[in-house]
Structure formats: C-alpha cells, structure tokens
C-alpha cells in the first residue's frame, strides 16, 4: 500500500492563497493516480482534484477548475494543491488519496488515504 502524508493545512484568508502538500511512499517504478478530496462539517467527502504520477494527467472538480492547481514532484515524491481565490465554502478537511489509475471521482475507488489537514477560511 501507499503510504500518504498531508502538510500545509490552516487559516487563509478569503480570496487569499494556500498549498497542501501530501509525501507519497511509494513503489517508485509503480504508477498512481493521486487525488484529493475534502469533507466539510455534516458533508461527504468529495472529490476536488487528481493526478496520475506517471504522464501528469489532471482533472479537477467543476467547482476548483480554474482556482486550484495540483501538481506531482517526482523528485521529492510529493503532490501538492494550490489554492488560490480561496472561498469561504473551500473550507474543510482535505485528504490525499491513491489508486491505481485512472483518475476517478468517487472515495470508494480509492485503496489508500492519509490523515488529512484542516483548512479554515477567515472572512
């Protein structure tokens, strides 16, 4: 299994800028597909972003497209999500998953998660 560990999560301010990081442990010959997703108080967690490892592809939720970014570092083996024209309704716990690819949408299809990271939206 994959191993993953978010970082970078706290308060931004509304409009404002902010970048998780997740450490990937992985089999480096393997190739992944690496999303993140995010669950709000009383919400299901829902999809936001993934990237495969191998080949970079992307694909993001509707409403991220545009603002957040999501990125893979071969080198240090981590994926990051940029976040920018933070809104208020971003705020929520945000985890890193993996799976085989390709890319899906749904938690289900996802062997591996890490522990999350809190992000909070000031006015």
């Known amino acids: 299994q994959v191993q993953l560990v978010e970082s970078g999560g706290g308060l931004v301010q509304a409009g404002g800028s902010l970048r998780l990081s997740c450490a990937v442990s992985?089999?480096?010959?393997?190739?992944?597909?690496l999303g993140w997703f995010r669950q709000a108080p009383g919400k299901a967690r829902e999809f936001v972003a993934a990237?495969?490892?191998?080949?970079?592809?992307?694909y993001y939720a509707d409403s991220v497209k545009g603002r957040f970014t999501v990125s893979r570092d071969n080198v240090k083996s981590t994926v990051h999500l940029q976040m920018n024209s933070v809104r208020p309704e971003d705020a929520a716990v945000y985890y890193c998953?993996?799976?085989?690819?390709?890319?899906?949408?749904?938690?289900?299809?996802?062997?591996?998660w890490g522990q999350g990271t809190q992000v909070i939206v000031t006015a």
């Open positions: 992985r089999r480096t010959s393997a190739n992944y597909a």
């Open positions: 998953a993996a799976r085989a690819p390709p890319i899906k949408t749904l938690t289900e299809f996802y062997d591996s």
């Open positions: 990237i495969t490892w191998i080949g970079g592809s992307t």
